[in-house]
């Protein structure tokens, strides 16, 4: 393809969002989506915070019908533009921020990185661990996600490179090596909602946080139980906050 012919892809691709986007709001303008609720997550998210908002949801109006879609943050951020979702859950961390003129952002808490050790390793009754006395050990990480450029930064930052033994597809199979003493790991707090018997997650000193976040779109009105979802999920996270 011409570079003339990427050029009027893209517009293409932003006439056919505005479209969807114009086709989603009239249809809740007609009073086809009334009563209902539309939700984004992050796989984490859906694990940890987002069950309990929920289920208080429901609790309080049950007349609404839930739905919660859960993708990465670029297929979030698709989706509420195309006003298939209402509100989602983001992340960010302090070199990555999410800077969108576009978005309302309300920042519900901060989810610390922690360690995942063996229970027998030698720091997994400790308070606390600096990365820096961890350069000898090898390492399990989540393999082309975040949590591997966490690792690369704050080893880094420590003066080494850490020495990666195994690459795990998701965060039970990071747990499940670690347990077997192929390597200790890096882990967001959320992501620890299962955690193994035989797997201590030990808070690492200095450790990076990364916001929890609820977005929506700046430009257009919240429905009424999105305005409700937001105090719950609010609610939710102010008794998890960091």
């Known amino acids: 393809m011409t570079e ?35 939700l984004g997550t992050f796989p984490t998210g859906g694990a940890s915070l987002m069950p309990d908002v929920v289920l208080a949801f429901r609790a309080r109006h049950p007349e609404v019908a839930v739905t919660v879609v859960s993708a990465r943050r670029d297929g979030l951020l698709e989706r509420l533009r195309r006003r298939e979702i209402e509100l989602t859950l983001l992340w960010d961390y302090p070199w990555q ?35 820096d006395t961890l350069s000898d050990q090898e390492w399990v990480v989540r393999d082309e996600h975040p949590v591997a450029d966490v690792l690369r930064r704050v080893c880094g930052d420590a003066g080494f490179e850490p020495r990666i033994a195994f690459a795990a597809n998701d965060y039970q ?70």
């Open 4 to 38: 003339a012919g990427h050029a009027l892809l893209h517009y293409a691709d932003e006439i056919d969002r505005t479209v969807e986007a114009a086709r989603a709001e009239m249809g809740e303008f007609a009073g086809l989506r009334r009563g209902q609720l539309r």
């Open 97 to 131: 921020q999410i800077d969108d003129a576009d978005l309302t952002l309300v920042r519900l808490m901060s989810d610390p990185t922690v360690l995942l050790v063996p229970r027998a390793h030698p720091v997994a009754g400790l308070r606390s661990v600096r990365i």
């Open 173 to 242: 199979e990071t747990q499940g090596m670690v347990a077997a003493g192929i390597g200790i790991a890096l882990a967001p707090r959320l992501a620890l909602t299962a955690l193994r018997p035989d797997v201590v997650a030990v808070p690492l000193a200095g450790s990076p946080k990364r916001r929890i976040l609820l977005a929506h779109l700046a430009n257009r009105r919240l429905s009424s139980p999105a305005q409700q979802a937001a105090k719950v999920f609010r609610s939710i996270a102010k008794g998890g906050t960091a």
